[in-house]
């Protein structure tokens, strides 16, 4: 192609990973005439945050998440972002449950698995939390089948293998949902990438990196080198989406677009202890979260896990943090230095100050020995041996830095979508509970940057075909938020649990 040639795209989306994988083939759906292309830096698809070791694989769904339900001053329970979450998360369930009744998506059973989903809390204000929180969450119709335990008899029965060896004048409590769900986000963006590549006009190509983004007349023109080949190439996009990941932020840096200026991002990395043996991981089959150490963020929730990955289960226990400049897993180590613009150093600089606490646990977190990983293992299940675990990287996570009037910069936790006014670009950065409901955060994306095709009776209709009930229906219809339930589960093969 000669240098001043260039192809024309109704859409680029920057990053091969959950995110561009749900916008791609939701774009398709809605209207199959889209021209659109995935360029990944990677040589495949879901290498990096959606890689099944790189994230918990927790179906985020408000169910054992103690950080969703904060005490109040008073001592009320804020179960409203529980509710979200849920019902987000039922969103991305009816998306999966169409593709899958479509017959061209592969089995569930290869991307999603249920797992009962557990709280676990010790001594006595921990049990007087997760009562209040149990007596206000099962009052909504989404946790109706929560129950709640201080039975040592009963919690043996949920989690055997976290019962044995603990002192038994140690006072503490459960709540168990049977629903949950574990899911595999690597194995199902692959899904998503394999059926997008099968539609007319679609593309995913890999070794890509983005090295300009120019807005002009007709949207964005973006070059882009082949890293395998060195060639350099341009194309002509009117939408542009900034899926890539802790990747995003310096994209979106470099789109010089007004919405983006004063972002900031603070990179973690993670690690867990996995466990592959047999005899221990038959032993545990939920997800267990308890509550964050006093003074650590709520990045630093333990839980252990069952994992189901490519049809092996496996145990999962953390997260341990640690502090890399990366962005990315695979990043470089000057990602967070040339980050820092004029226009985000303020900010920054504000969250340092006001952050000391995250900093000293992150410190902490880094120079744990060994012997004290297991320790805080233990605490989960008493009777850990060192021979059964290994210490497995996770996937670099970049929390979000952003202007506040009062503080200078705030440190957020979750994950936001920064679009252009006019909607041709849109990038989406943090983290946790991102993968879960990732529908629900591309169906918002839709609405800002095709607001227009939003409308219209052809998008209008096939998003009722894909979504029987949206997220705000079913927070507040009990009746359809159980049908649509039980029609998702049945479709993805979740109506009977893994542990009754």
Request: aromatic share 8%.
């Amino acid at each position: 192609m000669a240098q001043n040639e260039y192809e024309t795209v109704d859409a680029v989306l920057v990053g091969a990973g959950i995110m561009s994988a749900t916008l791609g083939v939701l774009l398709k759906e809605l209207d199959p005439s889209l021209k659109l292309e995935i360029v990944e830096l990677m040589t495949s698809g879901a290498i990096e945050s959606s890689n099944p070791w790189n994230n918990a694989g927790t179906g985020h769904a408000g169910l054992c998440e103690l950080n969703y339900t904060p005490e109040g001053a008073d001592g009320s329970i804020d179960i409203n972002k529980s509710v979200t979450i849920n019902t987000q998360f039922e969103e991305s369930k009816q998306f999966w449950a169409y593709l899958v009744e479509k017959g061209t998506f592969g089995s569930p059973e290869t991307f999603i698995s249920a797992v009962p989903h557990l709280s676990f809390v010790r001594g006595h204000e921990g049990i007087a939390y997760l009562k209040k929180r149990f007596k206000a969450l099962t009052q909504h119709h989404a946790f109706a089948e929560m129950e709640y335990t201080e039975d040592r008899a009963t919690m043996a029965e949920w989690m055997p293998l976290m019962m044995p060896g603990r002192d038994p004048n140690e006072p503490v409590a459960a709540t168990r949902v049977l629903n949950g769900t574990d899911v595999n986000f690597g194995a199902l963006t692959k899904h998503l990438l394999e059926h997008l590549t099968r539609q007319p006009a679609a593309r995913v190509k890999c070794s890509q990196k983005v090295t300009g983004l120019k807005r002009n007349d007709q949207g964005w023109r973006v070059s882009i080198k082949n890293l395998d080949t060195g060639d350099e190439r341009e194309i002509q996009a009117k939408f542009v989406f900034l899926g890539a990941g802790g990747g995003a932020l310096p994209l979106l840096q470099m789109s010089g677009i007004p919405e983006g200026k004063g972002f900031g991002g603070f990179p973690v990395s993670g690690q867990w202890l996995r466990c592959d043996n047999p005899e221990v991981v038959r032993q545990h089959q939920a997800k267990v979260y308890s509550q964050a150490a006093v003074g650590s963020p709520p990045m630093s929730v333990p839980h252990l896990d069952t994992r189901v990955v490519d049809g092996k289960t496996s145990l999962l226990f953390g997260p341990y943090a640690g502090f890399s400049t990366k962005f990315l897993r695979h990043g470089s180590l000057l990602d967070l230095p040339l980050s820092i613009r004029p226009n985000n150093i303020v900010p920054m600089l504000a969250v340092a100050r006001d952050n000391f606490d995250l900093t000293r646990y992150l410190i902490k977190e880094v120079l744990q020995s060994e012997e004290q990983r297991l320790e805080t293992l233990r605490g989960f299940y008493p009777l850990a041996k060192a021979e059964d675990w290994r210490l497995e990287m996770a996937g670099q996570r970049v929390q979000i830095i952003k202007k506040d009037p009062k503080h200078g910069g705030i440190l957020q936790f979750g994950t936001e979508l920064v679009a252009a006014a006019d909607g041709s670009i849109a990038a989406l950065l943090g983290a946790s509970p991102g993968a879960s409901v990732t529908v629900s955060i591309m169906l918002d994306l839709i609405q800002r940057c095709f607001p227009e095709q939003a409308k219209s009776a052809q998008w209008r209709g096939k998003l009722d075909e894909i979504f029987p009930a949206m997220g705000k229906v079913l927070a507040r219809d009990p009746e359809r938020y159980r049908e649509v339930q039980e029609r998702s589960d049945a479709l993805l093969q979740l109506s009977e649990p893994a542990m009754a």
